[in-house]
């Protein structure tokens, strides 16, 4: 049974948190003021979640990362879940900035208001060009999700 860990040790997840942010340096950059939680399955982390404090009521979801032999199989969705409904306690809305292509993912797990859109975010923060699967990313999108909505 997968069981939701906070993780120390974040450095040790660069390689696997590469996979969804492939920015060293904009990892580096959000890592130390976030909270990382593995999703763990007999012993190994599978999944990942990084999540940054806004503000009093703000979350980010800055990445979010599954090995790529347990992709599709729920996992990352049952992660969000278990954190969006630990924060709720406190926070009271989550966001997300994504690629086209992961938003009907977001918006199943309730990220449905549209926030804003950084155009040639892709473009102008990494030297090459970003792909995700067919789709070259250009613009970041960002949802939120009510975290105190039944």
């Known amino acids: 049974m997968p ?10 997840y660069i390689g696997l948190l590469l996979e969804a942010d492939p920015s060293k340096a904009s990892i580096m950059k959000y890592l130390q003021d976030s909270d990382v939680y593995g999703l763990k399955l007999n012993d190994e982390i599978i999944s990942l979640a990084v999540i940054l404090h806004i503000d009093k009521n703000t979350l980010e ?8 032999e347990y992709r599709n199989k729920g996992y990352a969705k049952r992660l969000l879940k278990h954190l969006c409904g630990n924060y709720k306690q406190k926070y009271s809305k989550m966001i997300v900035g994504t690629t086209e292509n992961n938003i009907p993912f977001y918006v199943k797990q309730g990220f449905d208001k549209y926030e804003k859109t950084i155009k040639n975010y892709f473009i ?6 970003i792909k995700d699967g067919e789709l070259v990313c250009t613009d970041l999108i960002y949802y939120s999700k009510d975290l105190k909505k039944k």
């Open 124 to 129: 102008d923060n990494y030297e090459e060009e």
């Open 3 to 12: 069981q939701v860990k906070r993780i120390e040790n974040k450095e040790d």
């Open 61 to 68: 979801l800055k990445n979010l990362v599954t090995k790529s």
